[in-house]
Structures are given as C-alpha cells and as structure tokens.
Nanobody, 129 residues
Framework: VQLVESGGGSAQAGGSLRPSCEAY????????MAWFRQAPGKGREGVAV????????YYADNLKGRFTVDQEDAAYTVYLQMASLKPEDTAMYYC????????????????????????WGQGTQVTVS
C-alpha cells in the first residue's frame, strides 16, 4: 500500500486546514488509517486512527474537539480536518495504514500509541503562525 499525503500548508492561528491521505495499491476496504505528526526536535505523536469500514475513530486526548477524521465513501482517501489551529500544531503530518485493525477503542488507542502501522506516507508540512 502506498500512501500519499497532500493539502498541508500555512494557516493563521485560529484558522483551519484539511490535509488528505490517499491510499494506492492493494488497498483493502477495512484498514486502520491514522494520522501522526512530528514537530521539529520532538518525537512522532499520534493524532487519530480510524477503522475505515466502520468509521470508528480514536483521537488523542489533547486534540479531541479540534481535529476530525473523515473519509471518502470509497474509503481510500482519508482527511484530517484541523480547526482552531495553534502555532504548536506546526509539524510534519504523516499518514499511516495497517491491514490489522479493530473497532475496539482501547485497541485503536494502543495501536496509535505503539505506532503499530506497516505503511507510512512521506508527510505533508503544516505551519501555523
């Protein structure tokens, strides 16, 4: 599976952005697709993970309410709707996918925490000023 992110860019604080992640090659209808971010000098942080066929989604506690995952009906394109952006949201945002996926929220949280994903995109930069 190849993952291609796009739609990052620059925004003012308080604004919004909606990067996308499109999956190619051997994509399955049911997968876990996730968003991570990595700010300069910091580790990679899990943002959210979604079970694509049930659309069950787990969000990192510190981002819940501002960030929302949605997807195309065909499920191979997933979006990260980011609102009320803050300068500390500045980071490279990565998409990840894995064929092993559960609808159990605790398992989704663990998968995100462990960064347990086989496939990764190259990332899209988000800058908030």
């Amino acid at each position: 599976v190849q993952l291609v992110e796009s739609g990052g860019g620059s925004a003012q604080a308080g604004g919004s952005l909606r990067p996308s992640c499109e999956a190619y090659d051997n994509y399955r209808e049911t997968m876990c697709m996730a968003w991570f971010r990595q700010a300069p000098g910091k580790g990679r942080e899990g943002v959210a993970v979604t079970h694509t066929s049930s659309r069950t989604t787990y969000y990192a506690d510190n981002l819940k309410g501002r960030f929302t995952v949605d997807q195309e009906d065909a499920a191979y394109t997933v979006y990260l709707q980011m609102a009320s952006l803050k300068p500390e949201d500045t980071a490279m945002y990565y998409c990840a996918a894995d064929a092993s996926c559960s609808t159990n929220e605790l398992k989704l949280a663990a998968k995100l925490s462990k960064r347990d994903f086989r496939y990764w995109g190259q990332g899209t930069q988000v800058t908030v000023s």
